[in-house]
C-alpha cells in the first residue's frame, strides 16, 4: 500500500502550506543526498532453515543525512518514488549492492545472492534490463548472485510484467515477489511469471501463533510454492516459535529480528564468519 507522502518532515506539520513547502525541501535535500552520495546500505540475512546458515542478504537503504543521522527508508521512499528521484537512488542502491557482493566474494566468504529491492519506477523504466547488466559489467558480480525484489503491485500489468521478468531472467539473475500476500495476485497467472521465489509478507508472520487464519495463510502460501516449484521466504519471524511453525510447515528460508535487523558490512562480515545468533 502507498503510505503517500509520510515522511520526516511532514509529520511535523498540519497545514498544508507548510506541507507542501516541507515537501520541496524534502526534494532539495534528496537531489542533494544523491549528488552527494548520502546513502549507505544496511544487510539483513536470509537464513537457511534447515542448516542455520545465511544464504542470502537483502540491501536495504538508510539516509545517512550530515544533521539528521540514519533516516529509515520508511521515511523518504514514498516520496522518492512521487518525485522520481527513486530512478537514480534505486541505481545507486543496485550498484553499491553488487559492489560489496563482490567484495564479499573476493574475501572469500561463501558465495551468496544479495537482494535489491526494486521499485514500480524502475521497474517500468525504458531499458532496465540493459542498465541492470551495465552495473553488473561494471562491479565484475556475477548475474546469479543478484536477487530482485518486486511487488504483487507491479504484476498486474500482467503483460508488461512477463516481459520485463523474461528480460531480466535472460540476463541470469533472480526475482522474488516481496510483501506477498498483501496485494492482488493472480494465482491463475502466478504460474505464468518467471519468478524464483516469494516473500511472505511479516504481516503473516507475525500472529501466526495466535490467529488460526494467519497460520492458515502462512501453510497454504508454503505448499503452493512447493507445487509450482518456487522457494519461500518468511520475513518478519522475531520468535523461536515462529520459526519451528515455520520449519515444520517447511518454509525454505527466514529473515527477521530472531536472527538479526539488517545491519552494517561489518557486522554483516562477523555474522558470515560466526554464524547468526541462536
Ligand atoms: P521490505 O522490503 O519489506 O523490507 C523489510 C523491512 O522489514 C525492513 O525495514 C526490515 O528492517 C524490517 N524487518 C526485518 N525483519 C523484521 C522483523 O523481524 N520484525 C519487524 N517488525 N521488521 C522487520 P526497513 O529497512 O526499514 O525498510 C522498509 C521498507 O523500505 C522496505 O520494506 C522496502 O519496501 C523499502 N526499502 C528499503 N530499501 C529500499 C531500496 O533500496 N529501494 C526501494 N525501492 N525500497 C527500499
Ligand atoms: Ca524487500
Ligand atoms: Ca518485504
Ligand atoms: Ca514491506
Known amino acids: 500500500a502507498k503510505e503517500k507522502g509520510r515522511n520526516d518532515f511532514q509529520i511535523f506539520n498540519s497545514d498544508m502550506k507548510s506541507v507542501s513547502l516541507n515537501r520541496l525541501k524534502l526534494e532539495n535535500e534528496l537531489r542533494r543526498a544523491i549528488a552527494q552520495e548520502e546513502f549507505v546500505l544496511f544487510y539483513q540475512p536470509q537464513v537457511d532453515i534447515e542448516t542455520g546458515r545465511i544464504v542470502g542478504v537483502e540491501a536495504l537503504i538508510r539516509w545517512a543525512h550530515p544533521e539528521k543521522g540514519l533516516i529509515s527508508p520508511n521515511h523518504f521512499i514514498s516520496f522518492a518514488e512521487e518525485s522520481g528521484l527513486i530512478v537514480p537512488i534505486g541505481e545507486w542502491v543496485l550498484r553499491a549492492a553488487c ?30 534490463k540493459g542498465k541492470i547488466s551495465h552495473v553488473l559489467e ?3 558480480l556475477d548475474p546469479q548472485y543478484l536477487e530482485l525484489e518486486i511487488t504483487e503491485s507491479m504484476t498486474m500489468d500482467v503483460d508488461h510484467a512477463i516481459q520485463s521478468l523474461l528480460e531480466l531472467k535472460e540476463l541470469g539473475v533472480h526475482v522474488s515477489i516481496d510483501d506477498f500476500g498483501t496485494g492482488y495476485s493472480s494465482l491463475y497467472y502466478l504460474k505464468k511469471f518467471p519468478i524464483d521465489k516469494l516473500k511472505i509478507d511479516r504481516s503473516f508472520v507475525r500472529d501466526i501463533m495466535v490467529d488460526p487464519n494467519d497460520a492458515a495463510i502462512v501453510t497454504t502460501i508454503i505448499a503452493m510454492t512447493h507445487h509450482l516449484n518456487l522457494k519461500v521466504i518468511a520475513e518478519g519471524v522475531e520468535t523461536e516459535e515462529q520459526l519451528h511453525f515455520l520449519h515444520q510447515n517447511r518454509c525454505n528460508e527466514v529473515q527477521g529480528y530472531w536472527f538479526s535487523p539488517p545491519v552494517d558490512a561489518v557486522e554483516l562480515e562477523h555474522m558470515l564468519s560466526h554464524g547468526v545468533p541462536a
Open 99 to 128: 559492489k560489496q557482493n563482490k567484495i564479499w566474494q573476493n574475501q572469500g566468504f561463501p558465495k551468496m545472492p544479495i537482494s535489491v529491492n526494486l521499485s514500480m519506477r524502475q521497474f517500468f523504466q525504458h531499458n532496465l
Open 138 to 140: 561494471q562491479t565484475g
